[in-house]
């Protein structure tokens, strides 16, 4: 019993918020990957796009309830969700036509449009501050546990209840199902091959007839899109707040390139394993080990090898890790 008390406390504080956020990490590491293999520069704006367009949804999700609009069980969030990826497709092709259109042009190097996105992020995070506001806004509504951790106890007998929130469960299905579509759309269809072979040859792909202006335009709606369902997805299950999307910069792209940057399956796995080791090292192992030994060998302290606020500061040593010993990732990403 004791061992199945141990296993419930670790699936309730690592397992199951490992996996939620290994979900929106890897969704956010799918976009940087996109702009890095098709467009080729690290785009540092990804963290505020996340914000833009998740405060977009969060706008149209205030304005549904002021109607009376809602989803049941489900967060409205999720009927607003697609106004605001349309929101965030906009702003982004615009930025692209107002600014990095002309670097392309040009021939920029890589670096230079690193930097530019620099200023881009400055921007947008500026817009999104001035529009919503600083502080943390709550926009979750609905049922909150799809299991409570009163009910669970209920159900098993056992001591230590199991919670599983409605966002966790969103996270994980909403994740799975658009990863599916993406790798459906750039393996199946003719725009997401005609990408593939933009990412693979750029010259070859223009002598095949392959229309760059298209290719970047669809590049930077699906960016859009999965940004704006990361940020969403990231906000329900903890809260919006705009600076909290730029700290999220450093586990997305730590993900992106411990994957392979450029790879979208290293983008997936490398945003689960960013988000295991941030939960499993910050987390406090004085409970599951206060099952699993006896009294007599119960231990007096938390066992938390660093605290959470050094969550941060884990995937950052996970990325110069791999940076130092395998700098084209996992799974054999482009080399960084």
């Known amino acids: 019993m004791d061992i199945l008390n141990a296993l ?51 706008l149209f999700t ?9 989803f049941g069980p489900l967060p409205t969030a999720l009927l607003a969700l697609p ?44 817009v999104v501050r001035f ?17 409570s951790a009163g009910d669970f106890k209920e159900m098993t007998g056992l001591e230590e209840g199991l919670a ?7 996270t994980l299905v909403t994740a799975i199902i658009v990863v599916a579509l993406l790798f459906y759309f750039l393996n199946k269809t003719r725009t997401g091959k005609s990408m593939r072979a933009f990412s693979d040859n750029e010259d070859l792909a223009l002598l095949s007839g392959i229309n760059p202006e298209r290719v970047v335009m669809v590049t930077w709606i699906i960016v859009a899109a999965l940004a704006t369902i990361a940020g969403v997805l990231y906000g329900l299950d903890k809260s919006f707040k705009p600076f909290t999307y730029f700290q999220l910069l450093l586990p ?3 993900s992106a390139i411990v994957g ?31 099952h699993l030994l006896p009294d007599s060998l119960a231990p007096d302290g938390l066992v938390q090898l660093l605290s959470t ?28």
């Open 260 to 290: 392979g940057l450029g790879n979208p399956i290293g983008a997936i796995a490398g945003g689960f394993i960013i988000a295991f080791s941030e939960v499993t090292v910050t987390y406090a192992f004085k409970k599951v080990l206060g």
């Open 8 to 58: 419930v406390a670790l699936a309730n504080y690592v397992l199951v918020p490992a996996v939620a956020y290994g979900s929106q990490l890897a969704l956010g590491a799918l976009g940087v990957t996109l702009i890095y293999g098709i467009l080729r520069f690290s785009n540092f704006a990804h963290g505020d796009t996340m914000a833009f367009g998740t405060m977009a949804t969060i």
């Open 309 to 336: 606020d050094y969550k941060f500061a884990v995937s950052f040593v996970i990325l110069i890790i791999v940076l130092l010993f395998r700098p084209t990732g996992l799974f054999k990403g482009k080399s960084v």
């Open 164 to 170: 599983i929130r409605v966002s966790q469960g969103i």
């Open 62 to 70: 205030w304005w549904f309830q002021s109607m009376g609009i809602s």
């Open 252 to 254: 997305i792209f730590a």
């Open 83 to 126: 106004f605001g990826i349309a929101v965030s497709a906009l702003f982004l092709l615009g930025t692209d036509r107002v600014v990095y259109r002309f670097y392309r042009k040009q021939k920029a190097a890589p670096v230079i449009l690193v930097i530019v996105s620099l200023g881009v992020m400055f921007v947008m995070n500026g």
């Open 131 to 147: 529009i919503i506001g600083t502080d943390d806004q709550r926009f979750a509504d609905g049922a909150r546990f799809i299991i």
